[in-house]
Every structure is written in C-alpha cells, then in structure tokens.
C-alpha cells in the first residue's frame, strides 16, 4: 500500500470513531421533495387566504431501514426542533390545519387547502373507511390522484379547469398525475402533542397554525405516537413535515426510532446537533438543513464525518503523521497529527528496530566514551547500572520525568549499581550521574 493510502487508511478509523455507525445505518437519511409550486389560477383562491404564485410546497420523508418505526419528532434545549423560511410560511385560513392527521378527506379538493403548511408523522388525513390517507413520496405513488385540475373545486374565482394543476417539471410528477397519498388501514394510535397549541386558548400561533412568524424553535416540543412506518415497506419513507412557502427552507430534526434487535425493541434517537449527546443519542448530519458541506478526504486535517455533503474545495491542510513528541528520537517537527505508537525512546521503541527508526541515535551511542547502560529497560522495579572507567565510589545520581522536573536523588554507595524505581508512575524518565565524569541524561521507561 502507498504511503499516502496508509495515511488514509489511520485517519479514516480514528475519524469513524468519532460516530456509530451500527446505529446510524436505521435512519438512511431524508427525502425533500418539491410537491407543487403554485401557479397564477392558484393565486386567485382568497378563501383560505392568499397563495401567492411560485410559492413552493416542500414535504420532508425520513427515510429508515424495512422494519424501523417513526415514533416521534421531538426538540428540547440541547436538540431544538427547528423549522424556517426567510419568507412567511402559507397557512389555508379555513381549512388549515396543524397536524396532517387532523384534515379532512374532502377537504384535498377545496382550493388551496392540500398545500396547507402542517407537521405529521405519517398520516396526512383523518380516518374514513377504517383507514386514512399517508403521505408518499410521489415517485412511489401508484394509485393515481384525488388532488387538483377535475378533482379541485376551483377556489373562490370558480376556475373551471380546477387548481393545482400546475405541470411544471420542477415539480417532477404533477399533483393530477400523482398525489401523494395512500390510504393506510394500518393506523397509529397514542398521539401526543406539546409545544405547538396554547393549552389555554386552543389556538396553534406558530408556522402551523395562524401565525405570521417564519420559523418555529421548540425547545419542548413533541409529537408521537404508537409508530408508524412507510407506505412502501420496503423503501419505508414516513412524511413529517408540509411547508409552503416562497422562501429558503431549513430545519432540524430529532427522531425517535424503533428496531427491533432480536425479537426486542429498542428505541434510538437521533439529533441534528452534534454539541452535546446524551442518554444514546445519535448525531446523524442529515437531519440538518441546508446541508454543512466539507472536507470528508481523511488525508486532511479538515476532514469530519459530521459533514452531510462533500465540498473538497475545502481540504486544504495534508495530514502529516509522525511522533510529535519532542522527547523522542524520531521528534517529527512536520507532522501535525500525533502517532504516539510511533515515537520511539531509548530503551523503548514499541517493538520498532530503534537503529532503523533512530539512525543517528545509534551511532551517537556507540561512538560515546564512558557509556552508561541501564537494564533492564524497561523497568518495573529496578535498574541495573553499568558504568564504564569508574571503579567502586559513590556516586550521586538524579531522576527526571519528561518535563526535566527531578522526581528522584540518591546516591549509588560503592559496588552496589542499583537503583530502586518501583515506586515510580509509570512513563518515560532519564538517569543523570551527578559524579561529572558522565553529564549525560540517559532515557528509560518505568512499567
């Protein structure tokens, strides 16, 4: 493998272990789809209040895994829920509504009801027949349309060809064509909401509701219920969100979700902020919107898995590996990513051959008069010492740890050339003899 691969390959895994990707894999990411752009018929309607032309109608689709259920959406301090436009969102004024759940069946061919801005967890119409209409992606949708052109009553201007009708292809599959929706016998139950209805007035004042502001922050925010999953099994996508709106939308969104390891459930929960995770939650960066795009190349300092898109542009710094240990033989004074297995010491040089990783080294020692060799080294309780050209005196001697700070005196008394260290932490020190003979620091490792 080439060096630069090598390279990759290090940076790679210790970037991977910055995120799970066990857990990650449930949740594959979102669908954004363009539903509708509301043209100039669209902008006759004044019953619910005014579309205006070009306003565009987004839906958001968490996409899982087959066998995962949506449980809930949900915002607190740490994780807001988070819903924008630099634009005032629309809101049908007699129709409106401010979960999917709660419209009506006929209302989808009353003017500009269908493009009503509503949060959901699947099912975008109340229940009729035993079932209920949920939202699909519209590519996925095979069971033709009930919404717009013939099937629309034409709004307040009574137009005769119906309203949204619009065919542009920005907009992909027209809403006569396909529309979104598919009825589901199979319904949740257990809903819970918090965060977005006065509990005193009754009254919905945020992007859902009647409000007039162009974002929505809940910081105690909930919507769940019993689960629910996508009306195709198998790709499993589940409506969350309908905004309407002439603006640049952005969101944040935090899940809950069910798997189901061996026979057991297990719920996980995903966060859009990755500042601060707790009881199992999981940073996914796919649920933040517009997407942060950057540098995803690991042969870069710049490089993070918490991008959601790649912008290469921005890799500007090559990683260099190397030991950045200035104490080492083999201090590296270009790298700027420390290898610390890499760094190799006198005595210890992590099972490297130090005459191959310390050349100099080598050579410095043995041309070395009055050479001082420490064994072993490493040491766990003591270390030997043996001292060229000095016969039996005694000789003072001091301990340093890395820093040059002294840990240790003592004196070596006559023949015994051996010095206690057990009481050491342990790291990396070095002998000093205070006789003069021989000023050299020699370095050993405590175990």
């Avoid at 898995?305 to 990683?319: E, G, I, Q």
């Avoid at 002294?406 to 010095?419: F, L, P």
Wanted: glycine share 8%; net charge negative.
């Amino acid at each position: 493998m080439m060096k630069t691969e090598i390279f990759r390959t290090i940076v790679a895994i210790i970037l991977m272990s910055y995120c799970c990707a066990e857990a990650k894999a449930q949740l594959e990411g979102l669908r954004i789809e363009t539903y509708y752009i509301a043209d100039s018929d669209d902008a006759t309607d004044t019953i619910g209040g005014l579309l205006e032309e070009d306003a565009v109608t987004y839906r958001i689709f968490v996409d899982m895994l087959p066998a995962t259920r949506l449980l809930a959406l949900y915002g607190d301090v740490q994780h807001p829920l988070f819903f924008a436009s630099d634009y005032s969102f629309f809101n049908h004024r007699e129709e409106g509504i401010t979960f999917g759940k709660d419209l009506s069946k006929n209302r989808y061919s009353s003017g500009t009801a269908p493009l009503d801005t509503y949060i959901t967890l699947g099912q975008c119409s109340k229940s009729f027949a035993q079932g209920a209409y949920f939202g699909t992606p519209k590519v996925l949708d095979q069971d033709g349309s009930v919404v717009g052109g013939v099937n629309n009553d034409g709004g307040s201007a009574q137009i005769a060809s119906g309203l949204l009708k619009n065919g542009s292809a920005a907009i992909g599959l027209p809403l006569t064509q396909a529309d979104g929706l598919s009825f589901t016998s199979a319904l949740p139950n257990s809903w819970i909401d918090i965060g977005f209805i006065n509990v005193s007035t009754g009254i919905d004042t945020t992007i859902f509701g009647l409000g007039t502001e162009k974002q929505f922050l809940g910081t105690n925010a909930l919507l769940r219920n019993s689960g629910v999953s996508g009306t195709d099994e198998v790709q499993n996508e589940v409506l969350v969100a309908q905004l309407t709106t002439k603006g640049e939308i952005a969101f944040e969104l935090n899940l809950e979700v069910e798997v189901i390891d061996n026979g057991i459930p297990r719920v996980i929960k995903y966060v859009a902020r990755n500042e601060s995770l707790e009881n199992g939650e999981v940073f996914h960066p796919l649920l933040k919107y517009p997407y942060a795009c950057g540098c995803t190349d690991p042969a870069y300092l710049e490089a993070r898995t918490t991008f959601a898109c790649t912008d290469n542009s921005k890799c500007l710094t090559p990683v260099v590996l190397g030991c950045m240990d200035s104490l080492a033989c083999n201090f590296d004074p270009h790298a700027n990513y420390n290898i610390q297995d890499l760094c190799c010491y006198v005595g210890y040089c992590n099972d490297l051959d130090i005459s191959v990783v310390c050349p100099d080294l080598r050579l410095r020692e043995e041309s070395s008069p009055g050479h001082v060799q420490l064994s072993p080294n490493p040491a766990v309780d003591e270390l030997a010492v043996t001292i060229e050209d000095i016969r039996y005196m005694d000789i003072p001697y001091i301990i340093l740890d890395l820093t040059g700070r002294v840990v240790v005196r003592g004196i070596m008394k006559g023949q015994d050339r051996h010095i206690d260290v057990s009481k050491l932490a342990n790291g990396y020190y070095a002998l000093r003899l205070e006789s003069g003979v021989h000023p050299e620091a020699v370095p050993f490792v405590k175990l």
